[in-house]
């Protein structure tokens, strides 16, 4: 609904992918035009690559279009273009339709406002002058592609990673999602490096004992890279505005979906879904936020808190809703406790480390 009808994306395999790309039903449609997301499926090794490849793939055909234009509105005299317009004068509409086109060929908002009234002056025109002729046979790359690059934690926070350290490494304009179940679910439920502490999962099944990697702290090093953490069953604004600012900031941005799962193991099963990601947030557990780096030019902090007061005392009963936490008393009664306190704390720290980014540290410790 919002810029699916230029919309790119590479899908990670896995639950996204498998329920993504289903025949003979798939999830992504057309508009009333006909305009809707192109889909393709790849690897967990190479999703970010795979992804990046179709950007740049874009970037370089639409470069050239762009290119070819500003040197036909940049000659001085508009009848004796290098590849000879044949005495045929471009008139006022046209021009102001390349140009707003050209200059605008890189922002997403507006994309299909200017591709359109180009397209309506290309219809008239295309016959007369070879420029217009070459656009007209290239339309489908006048709309600026929304690139995305989609896939769960198994890839984004362990096989995957490093392609998408390469990818936001590079600077360029494309948007990443990682969904967040803390779990390989696709493959059986074994524990990744987004699993967070006492959860027991295939290969942790005393509990996981290390910390949750913290994938969005790691791509803000970079400076220039926009990340947000979102749970749209929590806060469905807070989602909009983070795939609304992601998608329309020029670099690499990432977003990280809270995604509650079978894997959990919830009380009431998964029609449960949406409270456990509204008490995700509100015991603490899962921090929402979004990390901007345009707002410095602004002179106001990169980092947005989303929720401000969370209440740490009662994350022991959210996990006790999920028998991947619940389930640890039965088998290691002696350490259950121990490390229930560590998620509690690593979360807690978490939350701190992101109040002092946002420059409101000193007051939020004082609400908390």
Known sequence: QMFG????????????????GPLPAIPYTTNDLGHGPAWSNSLFEDNAEFGLGMLIANKYRRAKLVEKTRDYLGADDMTACADALAGVKMDDDLKEALAKWADGANLSSGSRERAEALKAQLEAHKSKIPLLTELWENKE??????QWIIGGDGWGYDIGYAGIDHV???GEDVNILVMDNEVYSNTG?????????????????????????????????????????????????????????????????????YTPCINHGLTGGMFMTLEEAKEAVQSGYWS??????????????????????????????????????????AVRGDKAEELFDKTVGFAKKRFLYYADLSGQGEKIRENI
């Open 288 to 329: 929402l936020y979004r990390y901007n780096p345009d707002n410095a030019e602004k002179d106001k902090p990169a980092m947005e808190l989303d929720f401000k007061k969370p209440d740490f005392s009662t994350m022991k009963d959210f996990m006790m809703k999920q028998n991947r936490f619940s389930s640890l008393k």
């Open 141 to 146: 790359l006048l709309v600026k592609p929304s």
């Open 168 to 170: 936001i490494a590079t």
């Open 189 to 257: 439920g074994q524990a990744s490096k987004a699993t967070p502490t006492a959860a027991i999962a295939k290969f942790a099944a005393g509990g996981k004992v290390q910390g949750k990697k913290d994938l969005g702290a790691m791509a803000m090093t970079y400076g220039n890279v926009y990340v947000a953490q979102i749970a749209s069953g929590a806060n469905a604004q807070q989602t909009i505005k983070a795939f609304r600012e992601a998608e329309e900031y020029p670099g690499p941005s990432l977003i990280i979906a």
């Open 5 to 20: 009808d230029r919309m790119v994306i590479a899908n990670a395999t896995g639950c996204s992918s498998i329920w993504g």
